[in-house]
């Protein structure tokens, strides 16, 4: 490894160290991190991570980085880098077959088949129809690389529903309501633009308004999807909906809500998209909406790549859409070397069990944060979720102080990440929701992993106390 | 609409909307301490509350003073 010397020097949970000790590279690097890479949070990130060692991150915090002091330590990954990381030290066992994969594979197009993206179709199929009680038949899949193309294509299946290029008619006009979610988050592009609720990320970007209205619904909340679908009766085309409510603070939607959005959208013949890219391979199934339920249009991503590259699939029902010659065409279409890592990425969840462990694992974890904060609210007022995807709702005194917090669990030696919750005038009083600490930890941790985060948290609430 | 008016309405903004509970207790020439994100929300509660469009020359905000004075100017 190459800072061996200084997963070494940590003897103890965290080290300061002067920064001529480290090498002539590392110093002249952490003197001036940024460059020219764009800042998307508006703060400067005051940590760099350095490598990782099994399910450890080794971080320097810069906090005295002028005064030539670094402090390092090890960090227990509980984010997967936006959830991407599934199977954490289950990757080091792909590392032999990797260099093999590069040394076989040949680029190829959407134009050409492979063998590879054909078992990959596969097992996808396989786990997607048992999920939602269909066959594989039913359904058609493409690849895209991120999750935000995956939910542009999406879209444009939605729109392009009902339209034919033949005589530019469009059979279904009066279907002009497309519903999304508050506080839900769909990637960063034109199209997942459409669906997001907050001006600071809507602002200055064109809408659709033209050809459709996006309306908004609050997740899990059956009074208001009644009203909402009665509103707009007869011109509802589809429902944009997440696994589990990520962003907006980790809200799952129960089997009753599910049960009623799906009956609502048949009665009006709508569709259903259900985007599980955040959620999907890590709530205890393939996808975390209840088993037996069949939206008509899929999107997976992040854990799909095992958090080694971007890959993303859009799976539709073949009833319910098609795609039309020259739309959706990728450079990467899950090419031999991508499709080849990701055949084994599933091979070793089913392997593993991984599935039945993250419902097992997060059943333990839900239980001892629950506990945790029935003793002690002063940080934390709910938590929230469903396998390894854990959500941890700040109280009021910490509602909007979510970064702060992620830096202190950080430094306590777990790295979490922050979900905004649904804060704002949009948003009515009651429907609020304080940032929500993101607890995504790869399905491979062990009990005794996450003994030790609850102790950390613990830790931390006394830290902030004192 | 006079001073006391708008004050109020940005102070409950900030204790309410953005949970600034230090609110309580600061003058209105005390540093606010907003972060990016905040400076973006408090600028769309000025164009929303009071209907101003500020261009992007605008300094960041400080103060409820100079918060006021800009709803004022603009």
Partial sequence: MKYQYLWEKLTENNINLNINELDPELQAYLRNTTNNLANHYGDDAKFVFLERKSNDVLVVDLANVNSNEVTLFKAMNCSGGYGTDILGSELDKLADM????????????????????????????????????????????????????????????????????QNNINAKKEKDVIFACHGAWHGWGLNSNQLLDRKQFTGGIPRISNDYKVVFIHYNNIENLRKKFSLYKGRIKSIVVEGILGDGGVIVGDDVWWEELFKLASEENATILDDEIFTGFRCGGVLAIPKGFSPDCITIGKALGGSLFPISAVIWKKNKFNIRPGIGVRTFNARPFQAKIVNEIIQTIIDNNLFQRSEDLGNYFYQKLNILIQNDNYLFKEVRGKGLFIGLELSRKFAKKGRIIRDILLRNGILVEVESGQLGLHIDREYRIHETIRIAPPLTISKSDIDYIVEQIKKTIKTLKD | MDNNQIEQKVRNFLLDEMMKDEVKNISNDDILMLDSIEQVEMRVFLEEEFSIVLDNQTEPFTTITQIIQIIHNN
């Fill in chain 1, 98 to 165: 990797v260099s093999n994969f590069i040394k076989t594979s040949f680029p190829t197009t959407d134009e050409f088949h492979s063998y590879d993206r054909y078992l990959l179709v596969n097992s996808i199929l396989k786990l997607i129809s048992k999920h939602t009680n269909t066959t594989s038949n039913d359904w058609e899949i493409t690849f895209t690389s991120t999750g935000t193309e995956a939910i542009d294509l999406a879209m444009q299946l939605i729109m392009l529903d009902g339209y034919s290029l």
